[in-house]
């Protein structure tokens, strides 16, 4: 069975400076990976998906996510933040062999200060 | 650009009351699920269908909740009776089609359930 692990449930930075927010998954697949971002009452929107096309994948608003498939890893990363990062971030998984949905991870809370 | 369409965006129903929620996938989707997200959490799947069928619905409280997808299209997601712990947000996302590698779901705004 899948599932997905995002080991930080906070994450707290100053505007400028780099992001990273860790993910981890188990799967019996080579699975389908994807960030989704949550603004306060907004719907989840698509930030990242890994293709294997490459195992860094880059995504809207300057975010990047590295597939590491040793680490069964695939951490976000921005090289600076900006104010308007401050969200809910979710790790996804998706065993598309099998033909299940997407599994989430139970988020990571992004905090930028000023 | 194409959107998921859900109603009501809010509602407000009293315990042991009946409540049913109205989704609209993307045109030529054939896979719609609904979730369900408790505050400060991840969305969990409720139900899966890939066209009329279900595909999963493991995590379904069946005794209470319902969901239909008659024609293949939209959906609606029914709770009776509605009780307190199920107050939350109910999203509905849809893809192309359960199977294909990579293939994200696009979400609707959700419905914002509150249960008195």
């Known amino acids: 069975a899948q599932s997905v692990t995002q080991l930080d449930s906070h994450v707290s930075v100053s505007e400028g400076t780099p992001v990273l927010l860790r993910c981890n998954y188990s799967?019996?697949?080579?699975?389908?990976l994807f960030w989704y971002v949550q603004h306060p009452n907004k719907g989840l929107q698509l930030l990242l998906k890994?293709?294997?096309?490459?195992?860094l994948v880059k995504g809207i608003n300057g975010f990047e996510a590295e597939f590491k498939k040793s680490e069964t890893s695939f951490h976000l990363t921005k090289p600076s933040a900006h104010m308007s990062d401050a969200a809910e971030y979710f790790c996804?998984?998706?065993?598309?062999?099998?033909?299940?949905?997407?599994?989430f991870g139970k988020g990571t809370t992004l905090s930028v200060s000023s | 650009e194409a959107e998921v369409a859900q109603s009501p965006r809010y509602k407000i129903t009293e315990k042991s009351q009946a409540v049913a929620f109205w989704c609209d996938p993307i045109s030529g989707h054939a896979t719609l699920y609904w979730y369900r997200q408790i505050l400060g959490q991840g969305p969990e799947l409720l139900v899966q269908?890939?066209?009329?069928?279900?595909?999963?619905d493991s995590q379904l409280p069946k005794d209470r909740f319902s969901a239909e997808r008659l024609k293949g299209v939209d959906s609606t997601l029914k709770i009776q009776p509605a009780e307190l712990g199920d107050s939350a947000m109910y999203l509905c996302a849809s893809s192309k089609r359960t199977g294909i590698p990579n293939t994200e779901a696009f979400f609707g705004q959700g419905t914002r359930l509150t249960v008195v």
């Open positions: 269908f890939q066209d009329e069928s279900v595909v999963d």
């Open positions: 890994y293709t294997s096309a490459a195992t």
């Open positions: 996804v998984v998706s065993e598309w062999q099998a033909g299940t949905a997407l599994i």
């Open positions: 799967s019996s697949y080579s699975p389908s």
